[in-house]
């Protein structure tokens, strides 16, 4: 599926990222199309730290993130905030199994999505065999990054929590040995279950040892990916 700044300023609502309203805006139902195939969806913009859902809300759509960082998170009892993951550009999140969303949602970044309705959905499923096998694949998308967050989270260490994390990032963007962070440092930290102190003490730990370099505040170099990957071997 491809949606671009390109396809919103054909309706007349583009507007530089840096000028938008703390609120959400949208863009009037377009077809968009997934691998081939039509779906309906609304594209919305939001800025960062914008409510997309909360946990609890009625899950009667779904969303693919087109640009940006999407989070989806739970707030304990005690205030702490868990995060469950990170979605980028391409992936689907907000698809629930029962009527109600499990988790909150909220921009990291200036992001753009696609919002679709699940009313009629499992009919179009079961009538075409693209959309279920786009849908399945979106599916083990979402296992496999829940299955990595769960082993990341086992780690005993938090260099080996930070290194893996560095690393999964670096694959989800390309394989390259730079990584940009759209995320803070208290993004990454209820991310892996540490405290913020933590994240920074750690980072500036394997900056010291040359296992990655920091050029600026939301950009990791992964000066030695052997070193980082022995973390964890």
């Known amino acids: 599926m491809s949606v671009s700044l390109s396809v919103a300023a054909k309706h007349g609502h583009v507007a530089p990222l840096a000028a938008l309203s703390p609120a959400p805006w949208t863009i009037p139902a377009l077809p968009v199309e997934p691998d081939g195939f039509e779906l ?3 594209v919305m913009h939001f800025a960062p730290d914008r409510q997309i859902y909360a946990e609890g809300d009625e899950a009667r759509s779904f969303y693919k993130v087109v640009s940006g ?5 739970r ?8 995060i469950d993951a990170f979605h980028m550009a391409g992936e689907v999140f907000g698809f629930e199994a029962g009527a109600d969303h499990r988790m909150s949602a909220e921009a990291v970044s200036e992001c753009m999505v696609v919002v ?5 959905l499992e009919q179009m499923v079961s009538q075409d065999d693209r959309l279920s096998r786009w849908f399945f694949s979106h599916a083990m998308t979402s296992l496999a990054l829940a299955r990595e967050h769960s082993l990341l989270l086992g780690r005993a260490s938090a260099a080996q929590k930070i290194s893996a994390f560095l690393l999964e990032l670096a694959d989800r963007q390309g394989g390259e040995s730079t990584v940009d962070l759209a995320m803070s440092r208290q993004d990454i930290a209820d991310y892996l279950g540490l405290t913020i102190e933590t994240v920074s003490r750690t980072v500036s730990q394997l900056e010291r040892e040359g296992t990655i370099a920091l050029p600026s505040a939301r950009r990791v170099v992964l000066k030695d990916r052997r070193g980082l990957m022995a973390l964890n071997s």
């Open 116 to 120: 679709y309705r699940r009313r009629g």
């Open 40 to 42: 309906t969806g609304v």
């Open 69 to 73: 960082v999407v989070r989806t998170c």
């Open 75 to 82: 707030f304990l009892n005690d205030g702490h905030r868990q």
